[in-house]
């Protein structure tokens, strides 16, 4: 397969990928749920560039959501799945109901990823524990293949009792 083959290939997996979901993000089961889009920048002819708001739940810490917002473009590029989405993604996780831990986690383990861009750009939720404090801290960033991108967005949720139960230490699900 040539080059060109290769890069219209790469190019329809993009666009099949941006009709049926946020940015040119891969399908997952448990995928975010899209909350709200928002216009940003009005386009007369082809799609506006918008703000969307995502809800994800953790998948080893029940108990735990996050929502992050991430622009999105329009334009020709955006209409056909083609543009490189930029790096700036907030992030808010909170505890919504008891938390209980599935499996035990590394710090730094990937509870959420996308890709921001057809070949070059990914956008990651991580999570890690603050022993000391109970909490856990979730960390949103985008890597790129060549340099990686120093936006960011942290949140944390304190680990807190829910209802009689007591409250679980983090530090007890840790991979050492």
């Known amino acids: 397969m040539s080059f060109v083959s290769r890069l219209a290939a790469a190019a329809l997996v993009g666009v099949l990928a941006a009709a049926g979901g946020p940015g040119i993000a891969q399908a ?3 995928g975010p ?4 889009r928002k216009s940003t920048v009005w386009k007369m002819l082809t799609p506006d560039d918008k703000l969307a708001v995502y ?3 953790d998948p080893v810490v029940s108990g735990v959501s996050c929502h992050y917002t991430t ?3 329009g ?6 799945g083609v543009a ?5 993604i907030s992030l808010s996780c909170h505890q919504v109901g008891p938390i209980t831990f599935n499996e035990k986690f590394a710090q730094g383990d990937e509870v959420f990823s996308e890709r921001r861009s057809l070949i070059f750009k990914r ?5 890690g524990c603050d022993e000391k404090r109970n909490v856990l801290v979730y960390l949103v960033y985008s890597d ?3 340099e990686g991108s120093p936006k960011n967005s942290t949140s944390g949720v304190p680990i807190m009792p829910w209802g009689a139960a007591d409250a679980p230490r983090c530090a007890d699900w840790l991979k050492r």
Do not use: T
């Not at 490189?84 to 700036?88: A, K, Q, Y």
């Not at 956008?123 to 999570?127: A, E, F």
């Open 123 to 127: 956008m990651q939720i991580v999570r």
């Open 71 to 73: 622009p999105e473009r």
């Open 55 to 57: 809800g994800i739940d």
């Open 144 to 146: 790129k293949l060549i």
């Open 28 to 30: 997952r089961a448990d």
């Open 75 to 80: 334009g020709v590029k955006g209409m056909l």
């Open 84 to 88: 490189e989405e930029v790096s700036d």
């Open 33 to 36: 749920d899209l909350i709200f």
